[in-house]
């Protein structure tokens, strides 16, 4: 079967992005399609894939001396309702249950659309004395929010995270660790998904409900859309006034503590999906991929090939993810199986190899091939062309996230690159107004005002939309 028939199935991504997508996640089986509307089953693949990701967030909070707990799944409504503007933000995507078995419940129960509230009551039962702060908390879990537009990894009724939550004695303890744990999903992100990302705070009316502040990691998908893929959140006091979780400070006085939450969901494996795929499939990043090398023997029905196959196979595996493809479909096939599933690392082995000491090499990211001698040098070649992987689809998505990033100086400059895709930088003078007026007739929204930015001199510059004196610089763009 020729690469072009074997891709058929999947719709090229320039005609229809949308259904592009789709397309990869079901045929490189990273998730199915359930009864349940809005969930979805999540494949051994796409479960490798976060379980990957899980590892690499774990190990550095751990790092961090932070705490691994696990909440109740089910909320009290009136445990809900205590911080009203929280509440407020999630009314809309809360799904209750009104009835254990054929009883009706005396009081309704939220499924967790996240844990706050959970862990404010806990707090307060464990919080006391200075001596028991810091509390720094993670727990890995899934949460339900009732959403009218689903799309699988992207935006489900049912999704997987994991949530933080810590407490501190001072407001600035708290953002210097919302700040932070941003940093670590940065490294996740770019260190490991190869996904370039601006960072710095959302506007007041995109923040999280009841924060103080928000942190986020935004970065464009390839058609020009932006994804939040991590924030973090400086929650001040206003948890731990609704719920009462105060301590004694040094001096005998009563405080609240300062709050902090932040989460990384599935949505990540969306955001990788989107920046890095093409026409021939997924492309996943090596240090991420659960599989990082399929091993393919070339006729392997000849003596010796699949022993040599088996026994490149043991020595890698000291240092890599691999796998091998022994099945009796033919080379051509597995190639291009291998490149739909985005496979980094392709190694063929067939009888003229191993006469001559050497291997075939091909790459996902660029298709290109190389050949390696089969000896001891092999795995730090293979490193060397991992690490290079990496660093070409971080580079790729890096220049095209520059390409489609403009500076508009007028509302028209605005609109037309809004319409073109892409980041639009814009001086806003920070009237919620212009933000609704934007996302009416655009579909814009202000995704993030770098941190970077916060420190200019924007002394002249007017609000492009109202005339207004600037007081930030904005970057807008429609998002998922």
């Given amino acids: 079967m020729s690469k072009q028939e074997f891709v058929k199935e999947i719709t090229k991504r320039d005609d229809d992005f949308a259904q592009w997508y789709t397309d990869i996640v079901l045929k490189a089986e990273l998730a199915s399609y359930s009864s349940v509307k809005g969930s979805m089953v999540v494949r051994p693949t796409g479960t490798a894939l976060w379980e990957n990701i899980k590892q690499v967030i774990d190990t550095r909070l751990k790092e961090l001396n932070h705490e691994n707990v696990m909440m109740p799944l089910l909320i009290p409504e009136h445990l809900l309702l205590k911080e009203a503007e929280h509440v407020e933000g999630f009314a809309p995507e809360v799904a209750w249950v009104t009835h254990g078995g054929e009883s009706e419940l005396a009081e309704r129960l939220a499924i967790r659309p996240t844990s706050e509230v959970l862990f404010a009551e806990h707090f307060k039962d464990i919080i006391h004395s200075y001596r028991d702060l810091p509390k720094l908390y993670n727990q890995w879990a899934n949460v339900v929010r009732w959403e009218k537009t689903t799309r699988p990894f992207l935006r489900t009724t049912e999704f997987f995270w994991q949530e933080g939550h810590t407490c501190h004695e001072t407001f600035e303890d708290a953002d210097k660790e919302a700040r932070r744990i941003l940093e670590v999903y940065r490294e996740v992100c770019e260190d490991y998904l190869a996904i370039p990302v601006v960072q710095g705070n959302k506007t007041q009316s995109e923040k999280f409900a009841g ?70 499939g997924l492309v996943m990043p090596p240090r991420i991929a659960p599989t990082q090398i399929m091993i393919i023997p070339i006729a392997q029905h000849k ?19 691999v796998k091998i493809d022994d099945s009796d479909k033919k080379p051509g096939w597995k190639f291009n199986e291998s490149e739909m599933r985005g496979i980094p690392v392709r190694i063929e082995i067939g009888p003229r190899d191993i006469e001559n000491q050497q291997v075939t090499v091909a790459r996902r990211d660029t298709l290109e091939k190389v050949t390696f001698p089969l000896d001891e040098t092999l795995s730090d070649n293979i490193q060397r062309l991992v690490d290079d992987i990496h660093h070409n689809m971080f580079q790729a998505a890096k220049k095209r996230q520059d390409e489609k990033t403009h500076h508009a100086e007028t509302m028209e400059e605005f609109i037309k690159y809004i319409k073109e895709g892409g980041f639009v930088i814009a001086p806003w003078a920070g009237d919620e107004s212009v933000e609704e007026a934007i996302k009416e007739e655009t579909g814009a929204t202000p995704r993030v005002i770098r941190f970077e930015d916060q420190t200019l001199d924007l002394t002249g510059l007017k609000d492009i939309w109202n005339g207004e004196p600037a007081k930030y610089m904005v970057y807008w763009a429609r998002a998922y």
């Fill in 303 to 321: 003596e010796g090939v699949l022993d040599k196959a088996y026994e490149l196979m043991t020595s890698l595996k000291e240092n890599f993810r």
């Fill in 211 to 280: 924060a103080v502040e928000t942190y986020t990691n935004e970065t464009l998908m390839y058609d020009g859309k932006a994804l939040q893929i991590a924030t973090s959140h400086h929650l001040g006091d206003n948890f731990s006034k609704a719920y009462g979780i105060s301590y004694l400070d040094k001096e005998g006085k009563e405080q609240f503590v300062q709050q902090t939450s932040w989460g990384i969901t599935t949505r990540s494996i969306g955001g990788m999906i989107m920046v890095h795929g093409d026409d021939r």
